[in-house]
């Protein structure tokens, strides 16, 4: 099982309200990232980091930011919840590696935004 | 403009049947192809992948087959299982600083 966790698994909160979603990992990864799961499935890349101090926006267009200040932990922020925010965030963690490496994802977060 | 498309959105197999799921890409740099699964309340897990250099890749009863030609790649699962229903991603990334790209999944539903 990977060792990416996320917390909180579930959050309702109400409009305006400023949220974190926190994100670490255990394994020593450099790269992270930030999806979005949409009701429908689809993954959609809203940020990601190749390592400490580096933050880089995704295709998907967000309101949130993120931070990198230790290598584990990659937290999401929400400055003024909408409920446009409603949906399923997923963090995921890999390793430096070549063409391509193993991307782990925590269980998500599901945030509600009334 | 999506890079990686996926079909079908939603499958539904009878158990020991075979279940296909295709995928096609645009950009010839890829070199990284893997398929994620994911259960309902998780997220996703790597499941199987392939690089270019090889057509075909098989790992118990899940198989990719691999086109470069044609720019596509499937994931066949053989006597499908009802704990294989799940949601199917395939996606690809090349070499670089690139995170993955994602198709928009497929729904397996396998059926007794």
């Known amino acids: 099982e990977a060792d990416i966790y996320q917390t909180p698994r579930y959050l309702v909160i109400g409009t305006g309200k400023k949220i974190t979603l926190e994100c670490s990992q255990t394994?020593?990864?450099?790269?992270m990232y930030w999806y979005q799961q949409d009701p429908g499935m689809e993954l959609h890349l809203i940020h990601y980091s190749y390592g400490v101090n580096s933050t880089e926006k995704g295709d998907l267009s967000s309101e949130s930011t993120v931070s990198r200040i230790r290598t584990e932990h990659f937290p999401l922020t929400l400055e003024s919840a909408r409920p446009s925010h409603t949906s399923q965030y997923l963090c995921?963690?890999?390793?430096?590696?070549?063409?391509?490496?193993?991307?782990?994802f925590g269980q998500g977060t599901r945030l509600t935004v009334v | 403009q999506q890079q990686v498309k996926q079909s079908p959105q939603s499958l539904i197999v009878q158990k020991g049947g075979i279940s296909i799921i295709n995928c096609a890409y645009e950009n010839t740099a890829f070199d990284y192809f893997p398929w994620y699964q994911q259960f309902p309340g998780k997220g996703p897990a790597l499941l199987i992948a392939?690089?270019?250099?090889?057509s075909e890749k098989k790992e118990g009863r899940f198989t990719i087959s691999f086109n470069k030609s044609a720019k596509q790649f499937s994931l066949h699962i053989m006597d499908s299982q009802p704990g294989d229903s799940a949601t199917y991603f395939c996606?690809?990334?090349?070499?670089?600083?690139?995170?993955?790209?994602f198709g928009k999944g497929t729904r397996l539903s396998v059926i007794a």
């Open positions: 392939i690089r270019p250099d090889v």
């Open positions: 394994m020593g990864h450099d790269k």
């Open positions: 995921a963690s890999s390793d430096a590696g070549g063409a391509g490496s193993e991307a782990f």
């Open positions: 996606a690809a990334s090349y070499s670089g600083n690139t995170p993955l790209v």
